[in-house]
């Protein structure tokens, strides 16, 4: 990747470099470096305790890194006037329970830097856009947990920011009020804004995510696009319906059968052979076939492969359970 | 800047307009004058008022004297018990007294001071001291008659006396007796409200904690940022209620002059308008707001940070307070031995360090500045305030950085000094 052309510089919203922060304990964020470009849904996958928070709280200026730089729009971060230009949500939602929602969010806007006339305004806007209007008055305790995440989402997006940085956005989401906001994230990143979406729930990311990082203890194991990531790490698995398929192989067969699936056949092709090689053997044998499909890894596999080392039985059955 | 004041705004607008604010705006003055005399008046009624039985071997106490001082002394009752009963046979629990006085026999020129009250469980000492009281009320009868002094020579002895009263040559206006309560009041008031409001801030800090609102906040400001304001607004609603209580007085005191009414009323003005001369009113307001917003944000910040340093629960709020608020007793006893002696080294050092100077210094300022309270000490004590405030505040900051965004096992001062401390 060619980090140091500056051609590239002007694309990337988001650039990070060699960013790191330890703590007493462990080396939370250990040399991490991204960077994200305009308009895209940006997936930061890692387990629980992988180093997402603390990178996040570093590109919103709430820690300083101890090394390393952020550059926003192609210059330098600078936390105490760039915020503006961040939304930030996080895992942990807050909000002052006892005052009121209108009030609530002209304030947070306003700390974010907006006049109170504009955060009136993108307000009102927003209220509308999500049937929100009736809430002004009351208070964040009367509120559902799925209403109070809404509430949440558009105190994030209000002031309208270069950067949306969601972590976990859909924990505690009925799939309706989930379904919503992913039509708000997909219109936000159509008009321009840039959407970094940190999770450790993979199977969301694939669905919505352009491009994606997988980070484990501090470290940055993998990036790019979901396409070319999957594609990286298939195993040239497929599934085969067919009747009469023939459960003994001979050594001439350019697959093995590694087991089934949906009542389908589960088969690797041999190293140096085409699936056309496999339908041919297989038409050669007389087997009826019904089906034929690659059997691409989710980032799940891929994420376990990544860092356990696992058997690659094992891996199979993670990947039927998470397909089931 | 913009930012600091919209959290003050929030943070005062909030308080100001809670229903509890306006009520403990309203009962506060009603519940520190209910202290004050409601204490006095629950001593004074629930004082125990003895039956006691005399048994006298002296010969001087007869029963028309003890009923003559019955009468006009009712703090307790003196019987003469006539028969003469051997002491060791006494029942006090099937006899209607609570006590017995044994009289041995007595030489009315020298008395004596060995005159034993018997009883089954203890009296307070005030209960024993009024006995004796009473006790040599009588004797005082007897030793008039012994001298042949009539009634118009008692008048003379009891009423004709010497009495002495402190002026200071230096500060004429510092008045002892009412720089004492003046003082008092204002060591008492600066310390409720430190430790009303600095709880206060604490408990802000902490819901922000809880709710985790804060690292929504903290991605807009810096923690700095979040913390001062907080303080400034909470020191605001202080200074709001402390000028509304300030009102309500001046209300009413005008009310009461303008009624015109009688004797009573008429006395209480003039004592309030003595009151007014006799101190120097503009040097003590002035001080009280010093010390009250100084000593304020001294403590306020050290409270935010442990609020910023706790989770969920109260009683880590309580054990990482404790010292703080030990140190706040401590300024009120220095304040309490600083009254008795508003020169000495207690009184002193208690104004100078800045820990218990809000509150020490504002009871030995009512005595006079520079008479009792040099300038220097003064300048002193200010400056050190103020040095020390900032100090706090900044290594508040630290803590608060830190603590507000850190969850799980509750930390030690010994952590928390180690956060103040590291470098970011």
């Known amino acids: 990747m060619p980090i140091f052309d500056p051609q590239f510089f002007s694309m990337a919203v988001l650039e990070v470099r060699n960013l790191k922060k330890y703590f007493a304990t462990q080396k939370a964020v250990d040399d991490i470096s991204l960077s994200i470009e305009k308009g895209t849904i940006y997936g930061l996958l890692g387990p629980n305790g992988a180093g997402k928070t603390t990178l996040i709280r570093m590109i919103t200026g709430i820690f300083f890194p101890d090394e390393g730089e952020i550059f926003l729009d192609g210059k330098k971060f600078d936390p105490l006037n760039d915020v503006i230009h961040i939304g930030y949500m996080p895992e942990e939602r807050g909000l002052y329970k006892k005052m009121k929602i209108g009030e609530q969010a002209l304030y947070l806007a306003q700390l974010k830097g907006l006049s109170r006339s504009e955060a009136m305004e993108k307000i009102k806007e927003w209220f509308v856009k999500l049937e929100m209007q009736s809430w002004w008055n009351k208070k964040v305790e009367d509120l559902s947990k799925g209403m109070s995440q809404k509430l949440q989402f558009v105190i994030t997006v209000l002031h309208n920011p270069k950067l949306i940085i969601l972590d976990e956005p859909f924990s505690g989401l009925d799939p309706v009020n989930s379904n919503l906001i992913k039509d708000e994230i997909y219109k936000l990143a159509q008009a321009g804004s840039t959407i970094i979406f940190s999770t450790h729930r993979m199977e969301q990311v694939e669905e919505i995510c352009n491009n994606i990082a997988l980070i484990n203890k501090g470290k940055k194991i993998l990036d790019g696009t979901v396409k070319d990531i999957k594609q990286e790490f298939k195993e040239n698995l497929f599934s085969i319906g067919a009747e009469h398929l023939p459960q003994s192989l001979n050594g001439e067969a350019p697959f093995e059968l590694v087991g089934t699936k949906n009542q389908q056949s589960v088969v690797r092709i041999k190293e140096g052979n085409k699936p056309n090689d496999v339908l041919k053997y297989l038409i050669g044998q007389g087997v009826v076939i019904h089906s034929f499909n690659e059997i691409l890894p989710s980032l799940n596999d891929i994420f376990i492969r990544l860092v356990e080392g696992t058997p690659a039985a094992r891996q199979f059955q993670n990947l039927s359970k998470s397909s089931n | ?424």
Request: with cysteine; net charge positive; charged share 15%.
């Open chain 2, 1 to 424: 800047m913009r930012k600091v004041l919209l959290i003050i705004k929030r943070e005062y607008l909030t308080r100001v307009r809670k229903k509890t604010f306006i009520i403990t705006t309203l009962l506060f003055p009603l519940l520190y004058l209910g202290l004050i005399f409601g204490t006095g008046y629950l001593a004074e009624k629930t004082r125990a008022n003895l039956n006691v039985g005399i048994l006298d071997s002296s010969g001087y106490f007869t029963k028309s004297m003890l009923d003559k001082e019955n009468q006009l002394d009712k703090s307790s009752r003196l019987t003469l018990i006539e028969n003469k009963p051997d002491v060791k046979s006494l029942e006090l629990d099937s006899s209607d007294y609570d006590a017995f006085i044994v009289i041995p026999p007595l030489d009315w020129q020298k008395g004596n001071n060995n005159i034993e009250l018997l009883a089954k469980r203890s009296y307070g000492p005030e209960a024993s001291s009024l006995v004796e009281a009473k006790l040599n009320k009588i004797w005082d009868m007897v030793k008039n008659d012994s001298l042949k002094i009539d009634a118009a020579k008692q008048e003379i002895m009891q009423t004709s006396r010497l009495g002495v009263q402190f002026i200071n040559m230096s500060d004429p206006k510092a008045n002892a007796k009412f720089a004492n309560a003046i003082g008092l009041a204002c060591g008492f008031l600066i310390y409720f409200i430190i430790l009303i409001y600095g709880s206060q801030v604490m408990m802000g800090v902490m819901e922000e904690k809880t709710n985790r609102i804060a690292e929504v906040i903290v991605s807009s400001v810096k923690p700095f940022q979040m913390m001062l304001g907080k303080i400034i607004g909470i020191a605001l609603v202080a200074l709001t209620q402390f000028l509304l209580w300030i009102a309500f007085v001046f209300l009413i005191y005008n009310i009461t002059k303008a009624s015109g009414g009688g004797d009573s009323v008429n006395s209480l003005v003039g004592g309030v308008q003595q009151l007014i001369t006799s101190i120097n009113v503009p040097l003590i307001l002035f001080c009280f707001a010093f010390y009250f917003l100084g000593g304020f944000f001294f403590y306020a910040s050290i409270y935010g940070a442990i609020g910023s340093a706790i989770n969920e629960d109260v009683r880590e709020a309580q054990s990482l307070s404790f010292p703080v608020t030990m140190l706040i007793i401590i300024a009120i006893v220095m304040m309490s031995a600083a009254i008795s002696d508003p020169t000495g080294p207690i009184a002193f050092w208690g104004s100078i360090i800045p820990f218990t100077s809000p509150i020490v210094m504002m009871a030995r300022i009512p005595y006079g500045v520079p008479g009792t309270v040099p300038w220097w000490e003064l300048g002193l004590s200010m400056a050190l305030l103020i040095g020390g405030f900032i100090f706090t505040t900044w290594f508040a900051g630290k803590i608060y950085r830190t603590g507000i965004l850190m969850y799980g096992k509750k930390p030690t001062w010994k952590e928390l000094i180690k956060w103040a401390f590291r470098k970011s």
